[in-house]
Nanobody
Framework: LELVESGGGVVQPGGSLRLSCAAS????????MNWVRQAPGKGPEWVSS????????TYVDSVKGRFTISRDNANNIMYLQMNSLKPEDTAVYYC???????WGQGTQVTVSS
């Protein structure tokens, strides 16, 4: 099983980024997937989840209205569209299949002027 994130970078406050998570080694559509982030000096924070089949989504309050999670089950990819980014969104973002304890290697997002 492999989860590979991409799309991180440095962006100014108010900017946007789209993260991708490419999954392999399991039947992607059967599993709910998550984005989790870890800011410098802090513990992991769950950001968003999406169901496997129904596509039902949930978000932490701090990103509601700014972030959108989605998935492409045909191509085994999950996305996180991040708009109106704030400095407090700076973190390493991980793609995770939390139920089974699988995480990707993470991608750094830095929001700074």
């Amino acid at each position: 099983l492999e989860l590979v994130e991409s799309g991180g970078g440095v962006v100014q406050p108010g900017g946007s980024l789209r993260l991708s998570c490419a999954a392999s080694g399991f039947t992607f559509s059967n599993y709910g997937m998550n984005w989790v982030r870890q800011a410098p000096g802090k513990g992991p924070e769950w950001v968003s989840s999406i169901n496997g089949g129904s596509g039902i989504t949930t978000y932490v309050d701090s990103v509601k209205g700014r972030f959108t999670i989605s998935r492409d089950n045909a191509n085994n990819i999950m996305y996180l569209q991040m708009n109106s980014l704030k400095p407090e969104d700076t973190a390493v973002y991980y793609c995770a299949r939390l139920v089974s304890g699988y995480w990707g290697q993470g991608t750094q997002v830095t929001v700074s002027s």
